[in-house]
């Protein structure tokens, strides 16, 4: 059976349980990472020498990074569904997924541990952190309004990678100027059983 060794709380491995409830698959998922103290033993680096959580095992197949592990999955489990077969349309719908990881994730990273600090930068170094992001949400946001998932007209690997940041953005203490596709899709998201329980419950 799958393993998933990540604790719920993980954003990369909430993209890991949502995906495998969008798909039905069954797996047994282990806590590790923080607050586990689990993840620095030397059984837990033969498998991930990053010391990060996800990892999964399938049946003795061992897979870190979560996007390549969604991408793993759905190419495994959902080929016509969350992954398409067609060579163009996958590479539109990985393209999203990196970008994810590249662009819009650093952006987030940066507004959402300087809100978090104990003693946070000014307010103008604020507005700047609010400012780049928002420059990321708006490239998304006008891909959303093409269609009401990242990649059509249904759910795709595209939108996965996305799930925590845009679940921990819409609960931070700013105002999200604009953006209205951005929000919909969130909606959107939050209608979805398989979101609501590995996401938008656990934060
Ligand atoms: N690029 C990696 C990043 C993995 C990562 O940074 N995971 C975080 C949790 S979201 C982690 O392991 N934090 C340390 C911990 O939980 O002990 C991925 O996407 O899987």
Known sequence: ????????????????????????????????????????????????????VPTIVDDGFVLWESNAIVRYLCAKHGL?????????????????????????????????????????????ALEALKAALDDAWKILDAQLARHPFIAGASLTMADIPFCYIVNRWHRLPIERRGLANVKTWYERLCERPAFRHNVYEVG
């Open 1 to 52: 059976m799958l393993k998933i060794l990540g604790r719920k709380s993980s954003g990369n491995t909430q993209k890991v349980l949502w995906c495998c409830d969008e798909l039905g698959l069954a797996y047994q998922r282990e806590d590790y990472g923080r607050g586990f103290g689990n993840n620095h033993t030397p059984a837990y680096l033969a498998l991930n020498p990053n010391g990060r």
């Open 80 to 124: 016509g569904t969350l992954c398409p077969p067609e060579l163009q349309r996958r590479a539109d719908i990985e393209r999203w997924m990196d970008w994810q990881q590249t662009t819009l994730r650093p952006r987030f990273h940066a507004l959402y541990d300087a809100l978090r600090n104990p003693d946070p930068p000014g307010e103008p």
